[in-house]
């Protein structure tokens, strides 16, 4: 059974059809009815090679997948897709994805599942909710910690949340995932549920060309038949596009605009498997005005306008190869047993593409690394066609087992030595997934860059890093490529030609030193490139902030000489009073300035101050960060109420759309609320009876939107009418003025905030300590306090602000 431990990597290759065949299939079938296996289970997982070759072969799909509670794979006999509509609408780069769908359940009990959606690169959630029977739940951005309290809340109590979060497996893993989930809870018996996902995706532009794909093609789960489909697709370009394709045969468009700004088409099907993706490809060419503005400002909303400039960067004349120095590539390639099935494939792919892209001048190496590093060849050699296929006949023999030593490969790599004739590259083809040596991307990339930094500046190599995989650490690979480099990730089912063919375009260029200035410059603020860098043929773009309107002049700065594209002139341009035509810029700037804090958090650690900015901007511009989720649930329920008897006031929190709220009280009382347009809340005062008892009671609420629709929802607030009873410890009852004293106190679960007072001292607010398990501070005794005996006071709040007090005689020695 040696092929089943450690196998040769020539499966991916497709070499050696009949051997190929049987240990393939396995795996893929293996996989298909298990979760990945991680090292720490591969014996186990290959143990059941032989049983998983008896079961039929599984497909898979990731964009809006509701699976069944407790299975790993969606089941249309518990759940079907019954119906599924997409529209895309893409302005000027930027794509918005809308995704509505309709799953109908055939159990005869109340259910519960996990709606699953896999973004693209750089795809981020801009909306998200859920419908109760005919009311839609949308869902709100809160800190991730909070939203999944009140969701667990929420299930408690029979509430139908959905929880929308980047990752499941804490903030590290969130910064790196791009699959989204959102746990859906009740489903009703022989009912339907209506999910709905909205999302922005930047399109770039390479070698002027652009590729737009939604994922639908199996790559996790097995593959769905949607009911009934409805694509709709328009696309506003104010650069001249041609050639408007889309590729596949499953969802061919009818087209009703195809013009060289517009293009509109839709589709419909019925009883569509869902095994190819949606895909579409279109050249551009440069307009008349190089440098396209465009800008959003709203004076309803107040503040800033925003606005976007773009350039085409249009080549005037690729150099002759000739022209060009010969290139040294050392490509690593990660044998490690995480690059197992389509990983594998499309890693050996690259490496292939990669290979025979050289020319006869390039000099290359080949290190295959998993928890040690192997070396095809000692040195590097020259690219002639017998030593690139001597070094794929290397890579497919190398076994694939075991862990990944990413540090250790990257090691390796600078230590092939190059010569100053030599533009040198480090090719790394990988999930980054590291699981041995040094883990953490902060101290790998440290660990890389340091050793960068040793080399003679001619000889540092720069670093590119093609990602492969769902679960690719795309953190890790950012932080790399500023290694005088670049990134690219391909996801495992998406097609990935075109992201291929521009990455290995890109080795031997130079990237473009490019810079967007403006006068008066003043009146712009955090302007942000919209890419890492730029080179001929793509869209260099910036977007940023302006504070008044009024005339400016936009201008590009020249590049690095010899690798120029033409000249840009300058635009003038009037930054407007009121322009509403492209409302995604202020989240597209948003998105930008979140950006830059994370990656400033991933070089230097967290921070307070980057953190809540983070926090705020998703919360204003709604999308979901490694610090926030989407939380779908009834607004008026996610600030729960605790009152005294008595306590006159109900504010309730609403969605834009509603325009009037009457509360229906449990002791019969019927208020209609007022809207306080500057704290955003309906608010009502009420009388709680003084016999009502401590406990939780609910209140109706009838709303009505703009339409007439009416929504039934209800919120509880708890009568809380006891004091917080609270107990206080001293380290000690005798000091000398000056000195300190440390309080530990405890106090009853509903407190909310704790004070210690001393006569001539300040207020000091105490503190849940986990190692002293109590709530600590220290309070200082004023120097100039008499000796005598004095009374310390702690004050323990509720959130219904009964207050529980209790003193402690401290005595004042000389």
Not at 42 to 59: C, K
Not at 222 to 244: D, N, W, Y
Not at 284 to 291: I, M, N, Q, R, Y
Not at 596 to 603: G, M, T, W
Request: with cysteine.
């Amino acid at each position: 059974m040696k092929h089943f431990v450690g196998q040769p990597i020539l499966a991916a290759a497709g070499f050696q059809p009949a051997f190929f065949a049987s240990w393939y299939v396995g795996f893929r079938r293996q996989r298909r009815t298990r979760q990945r296996p991680s090292p720490a289970r591969v014996n186990a997982s290959y143990a059941l090679l032989a049983i998983a070759l008896s079961i039929p072969q599984l497909f898979a799909a990731d964009s809006g997948v509701l699976l069944p509670v407790g299975s790993q794979q969606p089941d249309s006999a518990v759940f079907s897709l019954d119906e599924m509509s997409i529209d895309v609408h893409i302005d000027n780069g930027d794509a918005r994805v809308s995704i509505r769908q309709i799953f109908g359940s055939h159990s005869g009990a109340i259910n519960e599942g996990t709606y699953v959606f896999a973004l693209p690169t750089r795809g981020v959630v801009s909306d998200f909710a859920v419908w109760d029977g005919l009311v839609r739940i949308p869902g709100v951005i809160l800190e991730r910690r909070r939203a999944e309290e009140i969701y667990e809340s929420l299930k408690s109590q029979a509430i139908d949340p959905g929880l929308l979060e980047q990752g499941e497996r804490g903030e590290e893993d969130a910064r790196r995932g791009s699959t989204f989930t959102a746990h859906i809870v009740p489903i009703p018996a022989f009912g339907t549920k209506r999910i709905e996902m909205e999302y922005h995706q930047p399109i770039a532009v390479e070698n002027l060309r652009s590729a737009f794909v939604i994922s639908l093609k199996p790559g996790a789960y097995r593959a769905q038949k949607a009911g009934v489909l409805h694509i709709s697709f328009e696309m506003k370009s104010a650069q001249p596009l041609s050639g408007f394709t889309v590729t596949g045969k499953q969802f061919p468009l009818r087209l009703t605009e195809n013009g060289p700004n517009l293009v509109r088409g839709e589709f419909d099907g019925r009883g569509v498997d869902l095994t190819e993706d949606f895909a579409a490809e279109w050249d551009l060419a440069a307009s008349g005005t190089p440098l396209q503005v465009t800008a959003y400002r709203n004076p309803a909303e107040g503040g800033a306008g925003y606005f976007e400039a773009a350039a085409l960067l249009v080549p005037p004349g690729a150099p002759r190869a000739q022209e060009q120095r010969p290139r040294q590539v050392v490509a690593l390639f990660d044998a490690s047993l995480s690059m197992q099935w389509e990983k594998l494939e499309r890693s050996f792919q690259a490496l292939d593409a990669l290979l025979h892209s050289l020319r006869p001048a390039d000099r290359f190496n080949v290190l295959t690394f998993n928890g040690t590093v192997q070396k095809c060849f000692n040195q590097p050699g020259p690219a002639d066609a017998a030593r690139i296929e001597q070094a794929l006949g290397c890579v497919r023999a190398q076994d694939l087992r075991g862990g990944t030593n990413l540090d250790a490969a990257l090691e390796a790599a600078l230590a092939q030595s190059a010569d100053d004739e030599f533009d040198p590259y480090v090719v790394l083809i990988s999930d980054l997934g590291a699981t041995e040596g040094p883990i953490r991307n902060g101290r790998i990339a440290a660990a890389y860059t340091e050793r960068w930094k040793k080399l003679p500046a001619a000889r540092r190599p720069r670093t590119y890093v093609f990602a492969v995989g769902d679960d690719a650490n795309q953190s890790l690979a950012r932080l790399l490529a500023e290694n005088d480099g670049l990134s690219e990730w391909v996801r495992s089912t998406e097609p990935m030609e075109f992201k291929l063919n521009a990455f290995l375009s890109k080795i031997g260029q130079r990237p473009l030193d490019l810079k967007l200035t403006a006068t008066p410059a003043g009146n712009l603020d955090m302007v942000y490139a919209l890419s890492d860098q730029f080179f001929t043929g793509s869209l260099a773009a910036w977007v940023g902030r302006y504070k008044q309107p009024g005339a400016a002049t936009f201008s590009v700065t020249p590049p690095a000489p010899k690798v120029a594209p033409a000249v840009l002139p300058p635009v003038l341009f009037t930054l407007p009073a009121e322009a509403l035509d492209h409302d995604q810029l202020p989240r597209t700037w948003a998105q930008a300035r979140v950006d830059a804090l994370l990656q400033k958090i991933e070089r230097e650690g967290e921070d307070r101050a980057s953190i809540d900015e983070i926090i705020r901007l998703s919360r204003k511009y709604k999308f979901v960060t490694p610090y926030t989720s989407f939380l779908a649930a009834p607004r008026s329920l996610l600030r729960p109420r605790v009152i005294r008897p008595g306590d006159p006031v109900l504010r309730v929190h609403t969605d834009p759309a509603i325009v009037s709220v009457t509360a229906l009280f449990p002791f019969g009382l019927m208020k209609s609320l007022r809207y306080l347009k500057e704290e955003d809340a309906w608010q009502t005062r009420f009388l709680a009876p003084p016999d009502m008892t401590d406990g939780t009671y609910n209140v109706r609420l009838i709303l009505r939107d703009r339409q007439g629709r009416v929504y039934r929802e209800a919120k509880s607030f708890v009568i809380a009418s006891k004091a917080p009873v609270i107990r206080v410890q001293l380290t000690q009852t005798r000091v000398r003025a000056g000195a300190s004293v440390h309080l530990r106190v405890q106090a009853s679960a509903s407190t909310r905030t704790l004070t210690a007072r001393l006569s001539g001292a300040g207020p000091v607010w105490l503190h849940w300590n986990p190692a002293e398990r109590a709530n600590t501070g220290d309070i200082l005794v004023p120097a100039q306090l008499p000796p005598g005996t004095y009374a310390l006071q702690v004050i323990a709040e509720d959130m219904a602000h009964n207050m529980g007090t209790q003193e402690v005689r401290l005595e004042v020695v000389p």
